[in-house]
Each structure stands twice: as structure tokens, then as C-alpha cells.
């Protein structure tokens, strides 16, 4: 009887509960802060509801791609933060949206959608042209004691305890002076009230690789300067194609000191091939003077460096001496080889053709030498003798598997000045100087004209053929002409254009 009186009470009191539920608003719970530690789990925390008929908190996220309100989960009251794990969340690649709605034992709740926090999510940019990390977050705005919020900066170096790397009213922060590899980690810390509290938030943490550096150049090898006329000097240089670079600015020098002056640019190379050519036009003059070449590179910020190796031309002058028959060279040497120079082979050209071999090859130099061509059993042509130098490398390993490199200098040409030499006397009939014939060389064979006159001024013989002499007959095909002097004209130009001109007497004797 008394279980049966018990259990009408209880009924009776659980009637009067649920006849006592009304419609009721929920007070909205308060939200201190939302934070994402070290770890990137998120922790939310509010204050808890003065509600006697609260019964649980529900948790809402704002559905990144709906915009929708999601409730995630519920925690019992007396729980007065909440924590999504990192492997649940998204806070390193966005700002998180969560609220807390507080239900009462009727089912009744508070306001979805009011009083929600954002995590504070920061990203970063990499200025490789300055080794500085741009960091910025979304604002922490969600304060109740308002928008006037401190941000501090935080950094771990090299995996180090972190410490404060500076303060910012802003949403943004430039940390400087990143040198290549030492990591760098960063967070966040936004505190209220301009820094003075209690709350605050912390973003994600993020790592500023230093991967991302600028790629200075392996090598920029300056691999020939060579003359290919007076006006005109070809560079050949390789380069790190995987460099930031952005150009190459060419320098020029007429002695090695400097001043070396910016004379050309080309633009960076993309290929696989590194060997790079620029060719140098701008107001010089290789038969005068030698050129030293260098190449230094712009990066992708503008900022020129990394210089190559020196390049110097080489060059040759020449002149001669006309009484010993002899060309004395003036000849400077390349510079600016990883190798060294190995030789120096000394080309000439006669009457304007080339030899096909060099006529001497020199031993290494390091300062100016001289070397003396004796022409005298080159006694042909016009006159007109031209030199060149080509230098070659030492062998050495290039990047390509390059050959030896080569430099090939200025040609320097002179002339010798016309020699002739006529013979006073000759017999027609004897086996012994059957012929009168000048010996003419280094002259123009065009302008050549030979004639002979007897002693009545009259022209028995003429040709324009230096090959041909005067038999003693008339016109070299009539009457033997008969013992006497006669008068001969020897005309013709030097190779320079020059007038010369001989007019002598010659005896024709049995």
C-alpha cells in the first residue's frame, strides 16, 4: 500500500514537471574565446548560462560551404569548453565559425546563430627578394569587450620554444632577416582589451619553408671572348639555367681594373643548353686595343651579382721592316681561363689568303711578347701580309661536357714595300742569260707594265704580265734586234696603291 502511494506521488510530480514547461527563452551563451593551439586542435569556451532549467549546451559550426549552421555535437552543463580535434578540423587552411546554444529541459534553446567566434586563421607570403615572411590573419573581432584587440607575433626558430617576434593593431606583421635553412614556425596570439585581457586566441600555426629562397646561380662561367672583326667582339658564356635569374648584363673594360661599363643584356636562358652567346658592336675598336669582358646576373628582384670570371681578347699589331724583310708581331695574351692558356698559334695570310697552317705556335705568356716573321722566302704577292693569334684553353671539365674553348684575336695586316731588281745586261744567243726579265715582288701584278725603247725612242716591246721577259726581238716574235743599250720603263703600284716607277738602260751583248 505505501509502494503503491509512493508511485502515485511520483507520477503526480512528473505531471506537475511537464505541465510546468512553457515556452522559455534560453539565455545565449556567452563566448570568451575560440583558439587553435600548437597542436591545431580548436577549443571553444564560453561562460556557463544562469538557467536553473538548463539541461545541455549544443555545439553549432557554420557550414563552410553552405553557410548553414551544423550542430556538431552536445556537452552536459557543467562543461564549459569544447575541443575539435585536429584531424576533424580545417583551421590550417581556413577560419573556423563556432557558436554554443544553450537547451533547456522543455527543449528550449537560445539564439542559433549569435554571439559566434572565428578562429583566427594565418597564412603567409614568401618575399624571396627581401628573405622576409608577410604574415596575415583574419581580424579577432569577437570580444565582448569590443574590437580593440593586440596581436602578438610569435616565432620558433629551428624548432626552438617559441618567443615574441613583434606586435601589431593590424592584421598583418612582415617578419625579416629568414636566412636559408633554418625553419621558422608562427602563430598568432590576439588578447583583448588592447593586450590588457583576460581573454584571448590564438591562430593555427604555420611553417615558413625556406625552400622557397632564391636559386643563386651553381656557376657563370665566362668561356670566350673572341674578335670576329675591329668592330665586332663575340661572348660565349654558360649559366646555371635553374637560377632566379632574370638577365645577364655584359661589361666591358679596356683595362682590368675597370671601369667596366654595361654594354649589352640578355635575357635569362630557359633551355638545357647553358652556353649562352651576345655579340658586342657598341663603339669599339679590337685592332687598337684589347677588351676585358664580365658577366653579371640580375636575379628575378633586380638585384645584379654573382659576376663571372674575366674575359680579356686577345690582340696583335704588327709592322714591318722593309730593308731585313721581316713582320715583327706585337701579340697580348687571353685572360680569364679556369685552365690557363695551353698555346698560341700564330696564323698569316699572303696577298689576302689564308694559310692553312699556323707558322709558329708560341709557349704560354703572361705579359706581352714579340715575335718576328722572316718573309724573305715569301717573296710573292702584293705585299699585303695579315696576322691572326688563336688562343687555346688548357683542358678542363665544362658544364656540357663543353671542348676547350678558344679565343681568336684581331687581325693586323701591313705591307712591304715594293722591291725590284733589274739586271744591267743579258745575250740573246747564249745559254747563260738568254732573257732580260725584272724581278718584281710585293707590288700590285695589275698596275705592272714593262717596255722597252731603242736609242731612237721607238717601243720594240711591251706586256703587263710580270712573268714575262724580253727575248731581244722585236715585240718578243720579230728581228733579233742588234747589239746595242736600250732604255727600259718599269711602272706599277704597291699594294697600298702607290705610284712607282724605274726607267734605266740595259745592254743586249752576244
Not at 168 to 188: A, E, H, K, R
Not at 413 to 423: A, D, G, H, N, S
Amino acid at each position: 500500500m505505501k509502494k503503491l502511494g509512493l508511485i502515485i506521488l511520483l507520477f503526480i510530480g512528473l505531471t506537475k514537471v511537464h505541465a510546468n514547461c512553457t515556452t522559455n527563452i534560453v539565455p545565449v551563451p556567452v563566448v570568451d574565446s575560440i583558439s587553435v593551439d600548437l597542436a591545431g586542435n580548436i577549443t571553444i569556451c564560453w561562460q556557463p548560462v544562469a538557467d536553473p532549467d538548463l539541461e545541455f549546451y549544443t555545439i553549432f559550426m557554420v557550414n563552410p560551404g553552405t553557410g548553414a549552421n551544423d550542430s556538431i555535437d552536445s556537452v552536459a552543463i557543467g562543461v564549459n569548453c569544447y575541443t575539435i580535434p585536429f584531424g576533424s578540423n580545417n583551421s590550417d587552411f581556413e577560419s573556423i565559425q563556432l557558436g554554443v546554444v544553450g537547451v533547456d529541459i522543455c527543449n528550449n534553446q537560445s539564439a542559433v546563430g549569435t554571439n559566434y567566434h572565428n578562429t583566427m586563421w594565418l597564412d603567409y607570403t614568401f618575399d624571396v627578394c627581401n628573405a622576409s615572411a608577410f604574415l596575415e590573419w583574419n581580424a579577432y573581432d569577437d570580444f565582448t569587450s569590443g574590437p580593440t584587440v593586440l596581436y602578438s607575433i610569435y616565432v620558433s626558430i629551428n624548432s626552438g620554444a617559441y618567443i615574441l617576434a613583434g606586435t601589431s593593431f593590424t592584421t598583418n606583421f612582415t617578419y625579416t632577416g629568414i636566412t636559408q635553412g633554418t625553419t621558422y614556425d608562427f602563430y598568432v596570439m590576439a588578447v583583448e582589451n588592447s593586450g590588457a585581457g583576460p581573454f584571448s586566441s590564438s591562430s593555427n600555426d604555420i611553417n615558413v619553408p625556406t625552400a622557397t629562397f632564391l636559386k643563386i646561380p651553381a656557376f657563370n662561367y665566362m668561356y670566350a671572348a673572341t674578335v670576329v672583326d675591329s668592330t665586332t667582339i663575340n661572348l660565349q658564356f654558360y649559366v646555371d639555367t635553374a637560377a632566379d635569374i632574370s638577365s645577364y648584363s655584359i661589361k666591358r673594360a679596356t683595362s682590368l681594373a675597370g671601369p667596366y661599363n654595361i654594354v649589352g643584356s640578355v635575357g635569362a636562358f630557359t633551355g638545357m643548353n647553358p652556353l649562352i652567346q651576345f655579340t658586342d658592336d657598341n663603339d669599339l675598336n679590337a685592332n687598337t686595343t684589347y677588351y676585358f669582358y664580365q658577366v653579371e646576373t640580375v636575379n628575378i628582384c633586380g638585384v645584379s651579382g654573382y659576376p663571372s670570371n674575366i674575359g680579356r681578347t686577345v690582340w696583335v699589331s704588327v709592322e714591318a721592316n722593309n730593308i731585313e724583310a721581316t713582320n715583327t708581331l706585337t701579340i697580348t695574351p687571353y685572360e680569364g681561363w679556369l685552365g690557363g692558356v695551353q698555346k698560341y698559334d700564330v696564323y698569316r695570310a699572303v696577298a689576302g689568303v689564308w694559310e692553312s697552317s699556323p707558322i709558329t705556335t708560341l709557349a704560354v705568356f703572361t705579359d706581352t711578347v714579340i715575335y718576328v716573321d722572316d718573309i724573305t722566302d715569301v717573296f710573292k704577292g702584293d705585299g699585303e701580309f695579315c696576322y691572326k693569334i688563336i688562343a687555346t684553353e688548357n683542358i678542363v671539365a665544362h658544364v656540357g661536357g663543353l671542348p676547350e674553348a678558344s679565343s681568336i684575336s684581331n687581325e693586323s695586316c701591313v705591307f712591304q714595300e715594293p722591291y725590284l731588281y733589274v739586271p744591267n745586261a743579258f745575250a740573246p744567243e747564249s745559254i747563260y742569260n738568254p732573257e732580260f726579265k725584272p724581278i718584281l715582288t710585293f707590288a700590285d701584278p695589275e698596275s705592272y707594265v714593262f717596255q722597252i725603247y731603242n736609242k731612237w725612242g721607238q717601243k720594240i716591246f711591251e706586256t703587263g704580265n710580270v712573268m714575262e721577259a724580253w727575248n731581244g726581238r722585236v715585240n718578243n716574235s720579230g728581228k733579233m734586234c742588234q747589239v746595242d743599250s736600250y732604255v727600259y720603263v718599269i711602272k706599277f703600284l704597291s699594294a697600298k696603291g702607290e705610284e712607282f716607277s724605274k726607267r734605266g738602260v740595259v745592254t743586249l751583248i752576244n
